[in-house]
T-cell receptor, first 115, second 114 residues
Framework: AQKITQTQPGMFVQEKEAVTLDCTYD???????LFWYKQPSSGEMIFLIY??????QNATEGRYSLNFQKARKSANLVISASQLGDSAMYFC????????????FGQGTELSVKP | NAGVTQTPKFQVLKTGQSMTLQCAQD?????MSWYRQDPGMGLRLIHY???????DQGEVPNGYNVSRSTTEDFPLRLLSAAPSQTSVYFC?????????????FGSGTRLTVV
C-alpha cells in the first residue's frame, strides 16, 4: 500500500525567504510519480510540480523545486523567495505508473507567509 | 476548454436522502476519480475509473456508488446520505497516471448532511 506523510501541520515563513515543506512516502513500487498541489483559501487545487521515480534530476518549475531523495523516500517542496500569495495549504501526493486515476495524498501543510 | 466541471457547488441534504454529484471533463482524459476532503485528513480517494465502463474502489468507498458510461462523465451517487458524509468533494481527471501535467481538479462540491 502507498502512504504519504507530511509531518508539518503548519509553517511560517518571512516574505522573500525560502521555505521547505516536507514529504515522505512509502511504497514498494519502483515506478511512481510524486506531485505537489497548492490549495489557497478559495479552495481550488492547483498543480505545482511533478517528479517521476526514474527522473535523475530534481524537478523545477519557476520558484518551486522538488528535492527528491529516492533512497530516503522523501520529496520535499522548496519554495524560493516566498510571496504573500504563497499562503495556502500544500499537499504532497503520489500515483503509481500503472494506476492512473489513483492519486494518494498526504495530510497537508498550511503555509503562512509573513510580510 | 472548460476542464473539469462539478455540479452543484453547494448542497444540503437530510439524512437518508439520495443525490448525485456530477463531474464532467472535456479533455478526453481516460482517468477520473473522486475525493473527499475533511479537515486535517487531506484528500481521500473514494472511487476511480481508468476508462468508460471500468471503475474501482479507493480508500473510502463505503456509502458511495459510481459508474462511467462515457469518457466525459463520472457521477458520484450517495444512496442514503449520512452526517459522516458531510465534506468537500473533488472530482479529478488525468491523461495517464498524471505525469508532467498532473491531475486536473474540479472546483469542488461542498455537501452538508443534516
Amino acid at each position: 500500500a502507498q502512504k504519504i506523510t507530511q509531518t508539518q501541520p503548519g509553517m511560517f515563513v518571512q516574505e522573500k525567504e525560502a521555505v521547505t515543506l516536507d514529504c515522505t512516502y512509502d511504497t514498494s513500487d519502483q515506478s511512481y510519480g510524486l506531485f505537489w498541489y497548492k490549495q489557497p483559501s478559495s479552495g481550488e487545487m492547483i498543480f505545482l510540480i511533478y517528479q517521476g521515480s526514474y527522473d535523475e534530476q530534481n524537478a523545477t518549475e519557476g520558484r518551486y523545486s522538488l528535492n527528491f531523495q529516492k533512497a530516503r523516500k522523501s520529496a520535499n517542496l522548496v519554495i524560493s523567495a516566498s510571496q504573500l500569495g504563497d499562503s495556502a495549504m500544500y499537499f504532497c501526493a503520489m500515483s503509481r505508473y500503472n494506476q492512473g486515476g489513483k492519486l494518494i495524498f498526504g495530510q497537508g501543510t498550511e503555509l503562512s507567509v509573513k510580510p | 476548454n472548460a476542464g473539469v466541471t462539478q455540479t452543484p457547488k453547494f448542497q444540503v441534504l437530510k439524512t437518508g436522502q439520495s443525490m448525485t454529484l456530477q463531474c464532467a471533463q472535456d479533455m478526453n482524459h481516460e482517468y477520473m476519480s473522486w475525493y473527499r476532503q475533511d479537515p486535517g485528513m487531506g484528500l481521500r480517494l473514494i472511487h476511480y475509473s481508468v476508462g468508460a465502463g471500468i471503475t474501482d474502489q479507493g480508500e473510502v468507498p463505503n456509502g458511495y456508488n459510481v459508474s462511467r458510461s462515457t469518457t466525459e462523465d463520472f457521477p458520484l451517487r450517495l444512496l442514503s446520505a449520512a452526517p459522516s458524509q458531510t465534506s468537500v468533494y473533488f472530482c479529478a481527471s488525468s491523461y495517464d497516471f498524471g505525469g508532467n501535467t498532473g491531475y486536473t481538479f474540479g472546483s469542488g462540491t461542498r455537501l452538508t448532511v443534516v
